[in-house]
């Protein structure tokens, strides 16, 4: 099993619409986590932190489940500029230094 | 720009070829991150350092592949002997690790694209 999970998708959504996807870990000792945005070709940009209770920014919602070990993302009133893929980003902090582990990456397609 | 950056952003080269990629961190950031990405994968760890000392290798880091951040500050990264599965995405990133550790941020390079022949 791989230690972050994703659904690759692609996830097709009317611009406009609400989508909403999830990403398990294995590890229950991780003890951060991220959501970044990657555009094709393009190297990686931190889209928001997700912190425990939860957390908005702008169309972006971030939700933690500490118990079943998931983290969701939901974006609402989709535009065609958040045509992406979104990677899960697992962040544990050992004796050794930190080790992010990211997801394969969900593909999100907003059409007109 | 005060980013990440890395030359080259594009490297052709024939197998058996050795190949150096180089990345500038963020200025005042202590860590400097390696990884690789192929398509429709995410970023795999390959090693990190903090400062100058490389503190971690993951097992994907043959010893075909070695990596130097002699002064602290820009890093390479040398593949010899290139084979074609070496072929993917190399992204630096980089972060200023806090006290707690648990709020670390990597920024990422634009990467160097790798395609051997």
């Known amino acids: 099993r791989k230690e972050v999970e994703q659904d690759p998708g692609p996830f097709n959504v009317p611009e406009g619409a609400t989508v909403a996807f999830n990403c398990t870990y294995s590890?229950?000792?991780?003890?951060?986590f991220f959501w970044y945005r990657q555009d094709c070709r393009k190297e990686p940009k931190l889209l928001m932190s997700?912190?425990?209770s939860g957390n908005e920014d702008g169309r972006f919602t971030a939700q933690l489940n500490r118990a079943s070990q998931y983290i969701s993302l939901l974006i609402r009133d989709s535009k065609l500029s958040d045509s992406a893929t979104y990677l899960c980003?697992?962040?544990?902090?050992?004796?050794?230094?930190?080790?992010?582990?990211f997801g394969g990456g969900t593909r999100v397609l907003v059409k007109p | 720009d005060t980013g990440v950056s890395q030359n080259p952003r594009h490297k052709i080269t024939k197998r058996g070829q050795n190949v150096t990629f180089r990345c500038d961190p963020i200025?005042?950031?202590?860590?400097l991150y390696w990884y690789r990405q192929t398509l429709g994968q995410g970023p795999e760890f390959l090693t990190y350092?903090?400062?100058?000392?490389?503190?971690?290798k993951s097992r994907l880091l043959s010893d075909r592949f070695s990596a130097e951040r002699p002064k602290g500050s820009f890093s390479t990264l040398e593949i010899q002997r290139t084979e074609q599965g070496d072929s993917a995405m190399y992204l630096c990133?980089?972060?200023?690790?806090?006290?707690?550790?648990?709020?670390?941020?990597?920024?990422f390079g634009p990467g160097t694209r790798l395609l051997v022949l």
């Open positions: 990133a980089s972060s200023l690790v806090s006290r707690d550790r648990v709020l670390e941020t990597q920024y």
């Open positions: 590890n229950s000792a991780s003890q951060s």
């Open positions: 997700v912190y425990s």
């Open positions: 980003v697992v962040n544990m902090i050992r004796a050794a230094g930190n080790k992010l582990t």
């Open positions: 200025s005042e950031h202590n860590r």
């Open positions: 350092f903090q400062n100058e000392a490389q503190l971690e």
